[in-house]
């Protein structure tokens, strides 16, 4: 049943992968990879088909979100497991679980109506690489938080007692033999975030501004290649269809990427 399973999930992704493969050919063997790179702008009517500043949005959200969650979200999983009396620690958990599964399109509306005024204030319009960074640093830190806690709560307590045995003071035992220890289960907490990050589309394209430009500040608007392809496929038809799947295959290369990661870290020692 178990090997049926396995088969049945490759079946699937091989699927998956083929179709939109299938679909972006087109557009690869017509316009060319190159061009999705240096031509001087998005307008398929035209014939231009460039995804670089998508691509340089999608990466730059993602990066500046794991940037602002991944200290936060250990710091809070340290809190919790080490320094919080039980009550709080778990009214903390409880609350990370409720935020984890609240549904992206609620996010998108609090940075709509809440985050989007406040950077407008600062530097118009608003909608920008910074929202976008934030709401997503937002979203994945619920994830980063349970998963890395999960992750210092699997560490024996033997190595605990012993260090405390030794006189080590218990930030000491922290960043010496409990982050060590977990270091595998944090990096898959942070691999994990990465992937959600990449793919979220209904709160970047909510609060982002989604002009295809390549950004020169944090203020600038910037659209990700998940909202490109929500924003457009309704109505493309042809080349410019394709040119979509395009970048759907974009996304899947990256998602591949972070998978091949994490395979080269758990081989290079991060999972001992």
Same mark, same amino acid.
Not at 86 to 108: D, H, Q, R, T
Not at 213 to 225: E, G, H, N, V
Not at 238 to 254: E, K, N, Q, W
């Given at each position: 049943?178990?090997?049926?399973?396995?088969?049945?999930?490759?079946?699937?992704?091989?699927?998956?992968?083929?179709?939109?493969?299938?679909?972006?050919?087109?557009?690869?063997?017509?316009?060319?990879?190159?061009?999705?790179?240096?031509?001087?702008?998005?307008?398929?009517?035209?014939?231009?088909?460039?995804?670089?500043?998508?691509?340089?949005?999608?990466?730059?959200?993602?990066?500046?979100?794991?940037?602002?969650?991944?200290?936060?979200?250990?710091?809070?999983?340290?809190?919790?497991?080490?320094?919080?009396?039980?009550?709080?620690?778990?009214?903390?958990?409880?609350?990370?679980?409720?935020?984890?599964?609240?549904?992206?399109?609620?996010?998108?509306?609090?940075?709509?109506?809440?985050?989007?005024?406040?950077?407008? #204030?600062?530097?118009?319009?608003?909608?920008?690489?910074?929202?976008?960074?934030?709401?997503?640093?937002?979203?994945?830190?619920?994830?980063?938080?349970?998963?890395?806690?999960?992750?210092?709560?699997?560490?024996?307590?033997?190595?605990?007692?012993?260090?405390?045995?030794?006189?080590? #003071?218990?930030?000491?035992?922290?960043?010496?033999?409990?982050?060590?220890?977990?270091?595998?289960?944090?990096?898959?907490?942070?691999?994990?975030?990465?992937? #959600?990050?990449?793919?979220?589309?209904?709160?970047?394209?909510?609060?982002?501004?989604?002009?295809?430009?390549?950004?020169?500040?944090?203020?600038?608007?910037?659209?990700?290649?998940?909202?490109?392809?929500?924003?457009?496929?309704?109505?493309?038809?042809?080349?410019?269809?394709?040119?979509?799947?395009?970048?759907?295959?974009?996304?899947?290369?990256?998602?591949?990427?972070?998978?091949?990661?994490?395979?080269?870290?758990?081989?290079?020692?991060?999972?001992?």
């Amino acid at each position: 049943v178990l090997w049926g399973c396995a088969g049945l999930a490759r079946l699937v992704l091989a699927f998956m992968v083929g179709f939109v493969w299938w679909e972006a050919w087109p557009a690869l063997t017509q316009i060319g990879l190159r061009r999705f790179l240096v031509d001087p702008s998005w307008h398929p009517g035209e014939g231009d088909y460039l995804l670089l500043p998508m691509i340089m949005g999608t990466m730059l959200t993602t990066l500046g979100a794991i940037v602002c969650a991944v200290p936060l979200g250990l710091g809070v999983a340290v809190f919790c497991q080490w320094y919080a009396p039980a009550i709080l620690a778990n009214g903390v958990k409880l609350v990370l679980e409720l935020l984890a599964g609240i549904p992206s399109v609620v996010y998108g509306l609090w940075g709509l109506v809440v985050l989007v005024p406040v950077i407008n #204030r600062i530097t118009p319009p608003g909608s920008s690489l910074l929202a976008g960074i934030v709401i997503l640093a937002v979203m994945i830190l619920p994830t980063l938080a349970l998963l890395t806690q999960a992750s210092l709560t699997a560490v024996p307590q033997d190595y605990v007692h012993s260090a405390l045995a030794l006189g080590l #003071r218990r930030w000491s035992v922290i960043c010496r033999i409990v982050i060590p220890a977990a270091k595998s289960g944090i990096v898959a907490a942070i691999l994990l975030a990465t992937g #959600r990050a990449l793919g979220e589309t209904m709160a970047v394209l909510m609060v982002c501004g989604n002009v295809v430009q390549l950004p020169a500040s944090l203020f600038d608007p910037i659209r990700t290649l998940a909202a490109h392809i929500a924003l457009e496929m309704a109505f493309a038809l042809d080349l410019h269809r394709a040119a979509l799947f395009v970048s759907g295959l974009v996304l899947a290369v990256m998602i591949a990427g972070l998978v091949g990661l994490g395979a080269w870290l758990s081989h290079a020692g991060y999972s001992r």
